[in-house]
């Protein structure tokens, strides 16, 4: 499967509030990074961040140094148009994360269903060497995929679903859980979709 054709097909076609995943307010998402203590100058990168209004509402509290990373440009273009002017403060990065190398490192690395979409052992290997790579010791992580009891496919795509303990031996021995939570996510579509999200913090 070419996985940029397919998500460039589905920002190409589908309306933003079209998609099970579209949340007006991201209030887990936002939680967690509140929860970790950084500071607003800490760079903070959204992986998969695609049309997300995560990174409105970190501008809207003071973040100074974001970054949004996804595979199809045109998920990222619809949301540089959304936020105007303000985009031009915020870096945006088209790329595969399994395959992408960063130039620099982040304080905060963000991921809402990025990672359960990754079905092989190998993809799942590079995705956790990258972020031990681009996140520093005393950094920290968010990672939110759909919980044990959630939905086993999204997008028309198979995924693997999480428990904390199942997200911390992924990461393992590089990061350690700091704290867990579920999030039940109400689709546009009137559907509940139970998300896992974990904070953990490089060692």
């Known amino acids: ?19 099970s995943w579209y949340q007006d307010h991201p209030a887990a998402s936002l939680a967690l990074i509140r929860a970790s203590g950084l500071g607003r100058d800490a760079r903070i990168i959204d992986v998969g961040g695609g049309a997300s209004r995560l990174v409105d509402h970190l501008l809207d509290e003071g973040w100074r140094a974001l ?25 945006w990065l088209v790329a595969d994360v399994t395959r992408w190398r960063p130039s620099t490192g982040f304080d905060l690395w963000h991921d809402r269903a990025v990672f359960h979409f990754l079905t092989e052992a190998d993809d799942r290997a590079a995705y956790a060497a990258t972020l031990a ?15 044990p009891d959630g939905p086993e496919r999204c997008s028309g795509l198979p995924i693997r679903r999480y428990d904390a303990d199942g997200l911390a031996a992924e990461f393992a021995p590089h990061f350690q859980l700091v704290e867990a939570r579920r999030e039940e996510h109400l689709t546009p579509a009137g559907k509940v979709q139970r998300f896992q999200f974990a904070r953990f913090r490089r060692l």
């Open 67 to 91: 970054a949004v990373l996804d595979i199809a440009p045109a998920a990222l273009e619809r949301a540089r148009r959304r936020i105007g002017l303000r985009a031009d403060a915020v870096e």
């Open 133 to 147: 790579a681009t996140v520093a010791g005393g950094g920290q992580a968010i990672i939110g995929t759909f919980a």
């Open 1 to 19: 499967m070419d996985r940029q054709a397919h998500w460039q097909g589905v920002y190409e076609t589908k309306a933003e509030t079209e998609v």
